[in-house]
């Protein structure tokens, strides 16, 4: 099945720089890969989609890119705010719903004043 | 909008009891997906359920079930819970039988003693 390898575990900066956080993954039939969100005691919010036939995507502050012939895709923050504090994941999938997402373990990413 | 529902919110359960927890999806979502996240890991996929119908499970034992109802809710059973059971679990909708554009619930924390 799919594996998902996320790094780092833990990533600190500081206000307005940015931060990058990588994952790859095992499955070249994997054709979704979304970001999630999680802030304490709250599910995981989608915060940024790419599907394979794109090879980067942004939303203000947030971009994704993916590169499918190394298998890895990264989220990139840029101006950092204290609110992007939070627990991020990465997750594949095939898209077909049979074998749900493949999530990464998690980046706590903490945003130094 | 309401969102995604789950409830109970918390709930204890001794060892070889058996537990039921319950999603609501966003109104018009038909795909009901749960997935179980234990502390500091990403959320494992456990079933899909789009009409009604089982469309993908994950790598868990038989002690766990669900099914989904004709107005798309959904239950999740586990029985004989093991402490390793214990955990955060989350109910994701969606349109349609597909990954794409999840949202997730804000999970039931189940703590098996």
């Known amino acids: 099945g799919e594996n998902v390898e996320q790094h780092p575990s833990t990533l600190s900066v500081q206000e307005g720089d940015s931060a990058v956080i990588k994952c790859t993954y095992s499955d070249s039939a994997s054709n979704y890969f979304p970001w999630y969100k999680q802030e304490l005691g709250k599910g995981p919010q989608l915060i940024i989609d790419i599907r394979s036939n794109v090879g980067e995507k942004k939303d203000q502050r947030i971009a994704v890119t993916l590169n499918k012939t190394a298998k890895h895709f990264s989220l990139h923050i840029t101006e950092t705010q204290p609110e992007d504090s939070a627990v991020y994941f990465c997750a594949a999938s095939k898209g077909g719903g049979a074998d749900g997402l493949t999530f990464g373990k998690g980046t706590h990413l903490i945003i130094q004043p | 909008d309401a969102g995604v529902t789950q409830s109970p919110t918390h709930l204890i359960k001794t060892r070889g009891q058996h537990v039921t927890l319950r999603c609501s999806p966003i109104s018009g979502h038909k795909s009901v997906s749960w997935y179980q996240q234990v502390l500091g890991q990403g959320p494992q996929f456990i079933f899909q359920?789009?009409?009604?119908?089982?469309?993908g499970r994950g790598n868990f034992p038989d002690r766990f079930s669900a099914r989904q109802f004709p107005n798309y809710s959904s239950e999740l059973n586990v029985n004989a819970l093991l402490l390793g059971d214990s955990a955060l679990y989350l109910c994701?909708?969606?349109?349609?039988?597909?990954?794409?554009?999840?949202?997730f619930g804000s999970g039931t924390r189940l703590t098996v003693v």
């Open positions: 994701a909708s969606s349109l349609e039988r597909i990954d794409y554009g999840y949202t």
């Open positions: 359920y789009y009409e009604k119908e089982e469309r």
